[in-house]
């Protein structure tokens, strides 16, 4: 038994302990839970699809309607957080956020929108080099953006796309499988493209040894961060994958169909020969409102803004980064490998043949989020769902029999965790 295994105990008075002695406890009075069929907050294992309601977005939002109201167009500079230049407020949280320099983040779109401006940026593909690696089971808006923007070039799907997949009777890719694999498309490769974390199985990889081993064969590297962002402790800088995208909605709390998040590494910042699609939000600041017939792009991350952003979004956004500001994610990732271990440490102990956890058991392979296969025994995936939901417990389902339980540390507790596993037990042999 590992020591952090041997360091969890089965009893609920553990949860309460552990919550008790949790120094990011206040954080979960800051945000909204819906209730239970008792009227207390559910046990919501589900921020890794949507992340709660800050309390705090409210009145950010309102902030913007009232001044709207007062200023109306003169609301781009006079609104108490000036609209012209808003997303440049969050541009500072985000790039902690994913161990990134300022230059190299923006605050834009929605995130496959982002993924395709960025192939066309970083997906351009030669006769020789045409090649695009994901994972297999990667988010089908991935596999989408990867196979149209192949076909847009003049290849098919099957030519192009190259899947790692796990081997037969495992659920996640080896890592040394993507590393031969990466070797073994060597100078055809155009391009990596992983989900970082797998929306699936949860799985999490080495952004560092990939982006090594790609860019070894010449390839360029990004990341889908979507289950990432909020989650993993983030060093796209050090890592040095050429761009990573993700949306706000899950781990980051932003609000259902928020505004996403782009990263290009600072080694393209002032490469302004690179193809683009352009936008006026992307163009120099200086002239933008003299309205030049050429686009002379921002250097960084904020000259592949395409529009003026959303500014609901925004502030919704706003309300949740500076809880996380605050937080900070290297405490954040430290209860959430806590948290996540305790879930494991429950799930472990339920009977044989019940559940399997699909994702990888090493903290540094994973997030906040165990995907499990209910087996034999435990009834019909599908119908465990609602069940779980009348129970006070919210985590969602994917086909084929894959349910993801994501405890988030800025709101979750060890008793949420404890509830969970009790509840599942308790549902799945009815
Ligand atoms: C891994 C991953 N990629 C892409 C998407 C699509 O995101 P959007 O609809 O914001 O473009 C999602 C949505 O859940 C996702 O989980």
Redesign the pocket.
């Known amino acids: 038994m590992s020591e952090a295994i041997s360091s969890f105990e089965p009893g609920e008075a553990f949860a309460r302990r552990m919550d008790e002695e949790d120094p990011l406890r206040r954080f979960r009075d800051e945000f909204l839970f819906p209730s239970d069929a008792h009227g207390g907050p559910v046990v919501y294992l589900a921020g890794n699809?949507l992340g709660l309601q800050p309390r705090k977005a409210r009145g950010y939002i309102e902030q913007e309607l009232d001044d709207w109201a007062r200023y109306a167009v003169e609301g781009h500079q006079k609104a108490r957080h000036p609209w012209l230049p808003y997303h440049e407020e969050l541009t500072e949280q985000a790039a902690r956020l994913v161990g990134a320099k300022p230059l190299e983040v923006v605050v834009m779109n929605?995130?496959?929108?982002?993924?395709h401006l960025m192939m066309v940026s970083f997906y351009r593909p030669t006769r020789e080099r045409f090649k695009i690696l994901v994972e297999g089971g990667?988010?089908?808006?991935?596999r989408y953006g990867v196979a149209s923007q192949a076909r847009f070039h003049g290849f098919s799907r099957e030519q192009a796309v190259v899947e790692v997949s796990p081997r037969a009777g495992e659920a996640t890719v080896r890592d040394e499988d993507l590393a031969e694999a990466i070797a073994r498309e060597g100078s055809s490769l155009a391009l990596v493209l992983l989900?970082n974390v797998?929306?699936l199985t949860g799985q999490a990889f080495d952004i560092a040894a990939v982006t090594r081993a790609a860019h070894a064969q010449g390839a360029l590297v990004g990341f889908?961060l979507?289950?990432g962002a909020g989650n993993l402790l983030l060093d796209l800088h050090d890592a040095g994958p050429d761009f990573a995208v993700w949306?706000s909605?899950?781990y980051l709390n932003g609000g259902p169909?928020t505004v996403?998040g782009c990263f290009v590494h600072e080694r393209h910042a002032h490469a302004r020969e690179i193809p683009r699609f352009e936008g006026w939000w992307g163009h120099d600041k200086g002239t933008r409102f003299s309205m030049p017939p050429t686009f002379q792009a921002l250097p960084g991350a904020e000259g592949w803004q395409l529009s003026n952003p959303p500014i609901f979004q925004l502030a919704a956004l706003r309300a949740s980064l500076e809880l996380f500001d605050d937080a900070t994610m290297p405490a954040l990732r430290r209860k959430s490998e806590r948290l996540t271990g305790y879930l494991a440490y429950l799930l472990g102990r339920l009977p044989e043949g019940f559940c399997r956890v699909l994702t990888p058991s090493e903290p540094r392979r994973r997030g906040a989020q165990l995907s499990l296969r209910i087996e034999r025994g435990a009834g019909n995936p599908r119908d465990l769902l609602p069940r779980l939901a009348e129970a006070g417990v919210v985590c969602d389902f994917r086909e084929p029999d894959v349910i993801r339980a994501a405890p988030a540390p800025l709101y979750c507790s060890f008793r949420d965790v404890f509830r969970f596993v009790e509840v599942l037990e308790r549902h799945a042999r009815i």
């Open positions: 699809s929605s995130l496959t929108v982002n993924l990667a988010f089908p808006s991935d989900g797998n929306y889908d979507a289950h949306c909605y899950k169909g996403a």
